[in-house]
C-alpha cells in the first residue's frame, strides 16, 4: 500500500467513526479501484455497507478482506456481527469459532455467549462468559453470567412444572379410587 492509498484509508475510517457512512464508502472505493488487494478497504467498505443498510454487500465486502488475509480478525468479527444482526445464528456461531480460533479475545467470547443464548444453548453460552471473565475481569461479565444462571432456572423450573402432567395424574388417580 503506497502512502496516497494510506492516506485515503485513514481519511475513509474517520468518515466512518463521524459516522459520515456515504462519504466513507466513496473513499474506500476510491481506494479500491486504485488497488483492490487492501483488505482493510474491504473491510471497511464493509462497515459502512452495513450502517447504509446494506448487509449482503458488507457480507461481500468482509469475504474480499478475507480472501486477500485469510487471518484478517477483524473483517470475520465484522461478518459475525452482520450475520447475527440478520438473525443467521448457526453462520454467526461458526464465525466467531473461527474467530475464537484464530485467537479472539473476551468481547469476542462474550459475542459468542450471545449467539448461543440466542440459540438456546444457555449452559454453553456460561462456559464462554466464564472463559471472557478469566481472560478480563470486567463487571458486565459477572452481571451476563448471572442473568445467565436465572434463564437456566427459570426453563428448569419451566420444564419440571409442564402444564397437564400433574393434574391429568391427579385426575387418574382420583378416579380409580
Same mark, same amino acid.
Given at each position: *500500500?503506497?502512502?496516497?492509498?494510506?492516506?485515503?484509508?485513514?481519511?475513509? @475510517?474517520?468518515?466512518?467513526?463521524? *459516522?459520515?457512512?456515504?462519504?466513507?464508502?466513496? $473513499?474506500?472505493?476510491?481506494?479500491?479501484? *486504485?488497488?483492490?488487494?487492501?483488505?482493510?478497504?474491504?473491510?471497511?467498505?464493509?462497515?459502512?455497507?452495513?450502517?447504509?443498510?446494506?448487509?449482503?454487500?458488507?457480507?461481500?465486502?468482509?469475504?474480499?478482506? =478475507?480472501? %486477500?488475509? +485469510?487471518?484478517?480478525?477483524?473483517?470475520?468479527?465484522? #461478518?459475525?456481527?452482520?450475520?447475527?444482526?440478520?438473525? #443467521? *445464528?448457526?453462520? /454467526?456461531?461458526?464465525?466467531? !469459532?473461527?474467530?475464537? =480460533?484464530?485467537?479472539?479475545? /473476551?468481547?469476542?467470547?462474550?459475542?459468542?455467549?450471545?449467539?448461543?443464548?440466542?440459540?438456546?444453548?444457555?449452559?454453553?453460552?456460561?462456559?464462554?462468559?466464564?472463559? /471472557?471473565?478469566?481472560?478480563? +475481569?470486567? !463487571?458486565?461479565?459477572?452481571?451476563? $453470567?448471572? =442473568?445467565?444462571?436465572? @434463564? %437456566?432456572?427459570?426453563?428448569?423450573?419451566?420444564?419440571?412444572?409442564? +402444564?397437564?402432567?400433574?393434574?391429568? !395424574?391427579?385426575?387418574?388417580?382420583?378416579?380409580?379410587?
Amino acid at each position: *500500500m503506497n502512502n496516497k492509498e494510506k492516506v485515503l484509508l485513514h481519511k475513509g @475510517m474517520d468518515k466512518v467513526k463521524r *459516522m459520515e457512512f456515504l462519504d466513507a464508502l466513496e $473513499i474506500f472505493e476510491r481506494v479500491l479501484t *486504485m488497488n483492490p488487494q487492501i483488505p482493510d478497504a474491504w473491510n471497511n467498505k464493509g462497515v459502512a455497507l452495513f450502517r447504509l443498510g446494506r448487509p449482503e454487500e458488507a457480507l461481500e465486502c468482509y469475504a474480499r478482506a =478475507q480472501e %486477500i488475509e +485469510p487471518e484478517n480478525l477483524d473483517a470475520l468479527r465484522n #461478518r459475525a456481527f452482520v450475520l447475527r444482526s440478520l438473525g #443467521r *445464528m448457526e453462520e /454467526a456461531l461458526e464465525t466467531y !469459532d473461527t474467530v475464537l =480460533q484464530k485467537g479472539g479475545d /473476551a468481547i469476542d467470547l462474550e459475542s459468542t455467549a450471545f449467539v448461543l443464548t440466542a440459540l438456546g444453548r444457555l449452559e454453553e453460552a456460561i462456559n464462554c462468559l466464564l472463559l /471472557a471473565r478469566d481472560k478480563a +475481569p470486567l !463487571d458486565r461479565f459477572e452481571t451476563e $453470567i448471572e =442473568q445467565l444462571k436465572g @434463564m %437456566i432456572e427459570q426453563k428448569r423450573s419451566e420444564a419440571d412444572s409442564v +402444564p397437564g402432567e400433574s393434574s391429568a !395424574d391427579e385426575e387418574n388417580s382420583e378416579g380409580k379410587e
